[in-house]
């Protein structure tokens, strides 16, 4: 049926660059049942299996709500015309990312050696199997046209949905571990790998957060003092907080970001944690003798709900930050892979790098401002004839004498160790990978 819909719905005139429309054309046409010029979902999952191409019913609602721009329900030829072209664009980078060599045909050798890369072993038989499902004129090769009128409406975007789609399709055992590192091959489980990239990583985080802890206390400091930090700049602030304690002053706190090593939204459901370290970072010089001695006296002059301070405004800058942080990163990805990608879906660490300092930053922008206010809430309780405010209190006392800039006290630091802190993890991940053996990929 895939050859039918190649040689009929797609004939190879209409499939030339010339003629995009055409083809396109044709295909709404073979879609929109009623002919009233849209398609909705019902129209799509009917016309998709008149053409032999039932993909289900998740694979069908993506493709529809994906090219659906507008949200009416219902798919125009504009907006199905520019799901092609987007999709195909997409495809079009998967398959020179399989084209080992650059001869415009995927061979069997070469989706080998592709999954190799992911971490993935397939024999050459079995790469074979993958090619019969997708070769239309027997050659045991794939160029680019029989690639793309096989994937036309399936909804993948990437190498690793392609992957899991020839699993579910051909029933070759490729694994469930596509990538690292969210998931780790059984060979890597078996020689250890994994555990040296865990390591790897737990010491980059250390490393990081121990580089860019001055920034951290400093940041504090500002969020908690308001008003009366106007006058210190990043300088003055270091050297303020030297005089009072000396160097190791500037860590103050730090131990507390050590031991945390963990996924982000999940520390920050960890209130006590939060707690200590804000203590810490304001407390006087020899107030606190450590982790253990602030977490006792706490406990002892304030109870335990003291620990949980700041607990309303940390759980819902969670929201704004981590929405914000996700969609930005996916967009700035998206972009530089219509525009700026060539060979290659993979954008390379350093436009990663570029795409998660941007995102993060703009999370940050977004939720600082609770960010603020739970610092307040946890550090109050220290500073003397300072009232006990809740949280819209503290929003209101804030706005009234500071103004809207008062909520973004302590931002510029903030700021200021993002890329030290990417910077510094990336590198140390690396060499710590060489160190503790870890296969290059």
Known sequence: MLRWLRGFVLPTAACQEAEPPTRYETLFQALDRNGDGVVDIGELQEGLRNLGIPLGQDAEEKIFTTGDVNKDGKLDFEEFMKYLKDHEKKMKLAFK????????????????????????????????????????????????????????????????????????????????????????????????QWWRQLLAGGIAGAVSRTSTAPLDRLKIMMQVHGSKSDKMNIFGGFRQMVKEGGIRSLWRGN???????????????????????????????????????????????????????????NLLGIIPYAGIDLAVYELLKSYWLDNFAKDSVNPGVMVLLGCGALSSTCGQLASYPLALVRTRMQAQAMLEGSPQLNMVGLFRRIISKEGIPGLYRGITPNFMKVLPAVGISYVVYENMKQTLGVTQK
């Not at 131990?255 to 520390?267: D, L, Y």
């Not at 970072?281 to 977490?295: E, L």
């Open 97 to 192: 990312s399989l084209d080992k060599n650059n001869d415009g045909k995927i061979e069997a050798s070469e989706i080998v050696q592709s999954l190799q890369t992911l971490g993935l072993t397939i024999s050459e038989q079995q790469a074979e199997l993958i090619l019969q499902s997708i070769d239309a004129d027997g050659t045991m090769t794939v160029d680019w046209n029989e690639w793309r009128d096989y994937f036309l409406f399936n909804p993948v975007t990437d190498i690793e949905e392609i992957i899991r789609f020839w699993k579910h399709s051909t029933g070759i055992d490729i694994g469930d571990s596509l990538t690292i590192p969210d998931e780790f091959t059984e060979d890597e489980k078996k020689s250890g």
């Open 255 to 313: 131990g507390t970001n050590v031991i945390k090593i963990a996924p982000e939204t999940a520390v920050k459901f960890w209130a006590y944690e939060q707690v200590m370290k804000t203590r810490l970072a304001v407390g006087k010089t020899g107030q606190y003798s450590g982790i253990y001695d602030c977490a006792k006296k706490i406990l002892k002059h304030e109870g335990l709900g003291a620990f949980y301070k700041g607990y309303v405004p």
